[in-house]
């Protein structure tokens, strides 16, 4: 436990900011972990640990468990406990774009399996945690380590059509998606299973008091120190060990002397400050997830992921922009009292390998946008889009449906208040990866 003697104020309240911002990925991932993996009483239960939760339709403005969701595909999700042994992904052949991102405790990725990186073959892929020390088993496509012993396995299928066929030909996709531990898979005897953990009951005051720190010592225990962390993890878990946070969740606030729990209050509230001005200033999403190897250091940078949505793709498989402000500054932009559109030049439509959209969002909760047409993004997929005389395409973000046809037809409904749009981009061209191309202002009219 923390002895003031040993660590002076300031080192307490820098300590506890850095750790707060550093830890806000973590609980985050926790907060839906919990709800999927191990409370059986919440909706989103999916039954525990290696079992598949399939999203079989698009979300619309009454789902409000997803930030920023995306409809452009359709998400296959579950969770692995990799302690006792790793587990084995199979993948069936199929043309449509997918991708599954192995996402660990601080919701960076560990690797990707999917049509860009692995192709569209059928295929098996061990994922495998720190400890394992075994050899992997003959026909494997790949194997991706991680460096936490929970981790999430998030897929994306691309959803082509919401018939009531097109939806039945992608669940039948999805349902051919496995997952097994590797003894089944291998066919040997299973191993002895990890201990059973006291989980802590989540709850979302958990991320405005000092409880944080309790939660995140007890994750820091399914994320050991081990070689290829960055320095800035080491030095961090070195001061966090001072501080009586070292991974064995015995961390208790309630013995705190005042003074240092003084300290620690503090310390958080400048945490949750540099998170907020961070978001504040975001212009753009295009480099907010990736490996460890890309942003492991880089620890606000993962915060405000976590907080627009912990499981982004890496720019080079999904590009995302950000429209956060129109051309005149205004920021947010405000469809209450304004219109405003987004003009690509002829041959200047987002250069993608795969497909693009342009989704809206309501702020400030990031939730799709309820309408009469039940569209909630516009892109390569669109039927009907109208192109301008000269071969550009312009897209109409306003609250009230546009009286011309042909607006109408290209009509991006955003709420009556504050917005944003965000741009995917499915397989980025190299043009965008480089900054050659620039998505077009958002400009009020």
Avoid: C
């Amino acid at each position: 436990m923390v002895n003031p003697a040993l660590v002076d104020p300031a080192t307490i309240r820098a300590t506890v900011a850095e750790a707060w911002i550093r830890g806000h990925p973590l609980l985050r991932t926790y907060r839906t972990l919990y709800a999927q993996a191990l409370d059986d009483a919440d909706p989103g239960y999916v039954g525990g640990f290696g079992v598949f939760r399939h999203t079989a339709r698009p979300a619309t403005p009454a789902d409000t468990d997803a930030v920023t969701p995306d409809n452009d595909t359709l998400p296959s999700q579950a969770w692995l406990d990799l302690r006792a042994e790793p587990w084995v992904l199979s993948v069936p052949a199929q043309d449509r774009y997918h991708v599954f991102a192995v996402h660990e405790l601080d919701a960076l990725h560990a690797g990707l399996i999917g049509s860009r990186t692995t192709g569209q073959d059928a295929g098996d892929y061990l994922v495998a945690g720190p400890d394992w020390q075994g050899e992997p088993p003959p026909g494997l496509k790949g194997v991706i380590r991680t460096a936490t012993r929970l981790v999430a396995l998030v897929g994306h299928t691309r959803l082509t059509g919401t018939t009531p066929a097109d939806l039945a030909a992608l669940r039948a996709v999805q349902e051919q998606y496995r997952l097994r531990p590797l003894h089944e898979y291998a066919g040997t005897p299973a191993p002895a299973p990890a201990p059973e953990p006291v989980w802590p009951v989540w709850r979302d005051e958990v991320l405005e008091s000092v409880e944080f720190l309790t939660f995140l010592d007890f994750l820091l225990g399914f994320f050991p120190l081990t070689d290829g962390l960055p320095p800035a993890e080491t030095g961090l878990r070195g001061r966090l060990t001072d501080l009586g946070i070292d991974g064995r969740g015995e961390f208790e606030p309630a013995v705190l002397p005042l003074e240092v729990r003084a300290e620690f209050d503090r310390g958080i509230a400048d945490g949750r400050a540099r998170l907020t001005r961070a978001l504040a200033e975001l212009r753009d999403s295009a480099q907010l997830f990736g490996t460890r190897e890309q942003l492991g250091a880089d620890f606000l940078r993962q915060a405000v992921a976590a907080e627009l949505g912990p499981y982004g793709l890496p720019a080079e498989e999904v590009w995302y922009g950000r429209w956060a402000a129109d051309s005149e500054g205004r920021r947010p932009p405000n469809a209450s009292d304004r219109d405003h559109l987004i003009r690509f030049a002829p041959d200047a439509l987002p250069p993608a390998r795969f497909f693009w959209s342009a989704t809206v969002y309501a702020l400030p909760d990031h939730r799709l946008v309820d309408n009469t047409l039940d569209r909630y993004s516009v892109g390569g997929h669109t039927p009907g889009l109208v192109r301008d005389a000269d071969g550009g395409l312009t897209l109409y973000v306003q609250h009230k449906r546009p009286a011309d046809a042909d607006h109408s037809a290209n009509w991006l409904p955003a709420p009556d208040g504050p917005f944003a749009v965000v741009l995917r981009i499915h397989g980025p061209e190299d043009s965008v990866l480089d900054g050659r191309w620039q998505p077009p202002p958002l400009t009020p009219r």
